[in-house]
């Protein structure tokens, strides 16, 4: 079945500093999609990758959907605070699967 | 504000009981969906629907049940069925599949008493 995995499971940022997160389906995705849950809150829409290799900012974060359409990144730069909370992606072929998350901290 | 609202907040379900968690939205949505959050597990599908008086099973609907009578309404019955119910349930709705961006209510936190 249609399987979405997500690393790392936990990131550990120093305010700054940059970094990756990567998402890797097992099957080829018609989109992905990026939601970011705060502690305590529910999961928010961020961006939706439709094409092979495009690439989308907002602001400080960059979104990256492979050639193949298995797999994406989210680079954020100079992490914020703001930016603490855990980062989804949802893979979506005929059915929308969520990975893990990355849950991220940052140190001030 | 069109939104997600989810009621309660927090359920507390005892052995043997039905408990039923309310979902309701203003976004004149067709889809709506339900999810079971576990710590490290990320969201996990129990079910959905993309129209009235239908609905389908997710990835894990044994244990629970659902109705859509209403557009805006898309309420969950977690079971007596369903052994390990703690977890935090999510409803969410899109405009009309899979395919378009998930809204998301505040949730319902249920534990076993």
């Known amino acids: 079945g249609q399987q979405v995995m997500q690393i790392p499971q936990y990131q550990h940022v120093q305010e700054g500093e940059d970094f990756t997160t990567y998402c890797n389906s097992s099957t080829t995705l018609s989109n992905i999609q990026w939601y970011k849950q705060r502690p305590g809150g529910h999961p928010v829409f961020l961006i939706q990758l439709v094409k092979s290799g495009e690439v989308k900012k907002q602001k400080r974060l960059t979104f990256q959907f492979g050639e193949a359409k298995k797999n994406s990144s989210l680079h954020i730069t100079a992490t914020q605070t703001t930016d603490v909370g855990t980062y989804f992606c949802a893979g979506f072929l005929y059915k929308l699967s969520f990975g893990a998350g990355t849950t991220v901290t940052v140190r001030a | 504000d069109g939104g997600i609202t989810q009621s309660p907040k927090y359920l507390f379900r005892k052995e043997g009981q039905n408990v039923t968690l309310s979902c309701e939205q203003n976004l004149n949505h067709d889809a709506m969906y339900w999810y079971r959050q576990d710590p490290g597990q990320g969201l996990r599908l129990i079910y959905y629907?993309?129209?009235?008086?239908?609905?389908q099973k997710g990835d894990i609907a044994e244990g629970y049940s659902v109705s859509r009578e209403k557009k805006e309404s898309f309420p969950l019955t977690v079971t007596s069925a369903q052994k390990n119910p703690t977890a935090f349930y999510l409803c969410a709705s899109s405009k009309d599949s899979f395919n378009q961006p998930q809204h998301f209510g505040d949730g319902t936190r249920l534990s076993i008493l």
């Open positions: 629907s993309q129209i009235v008086n239908d609905f």
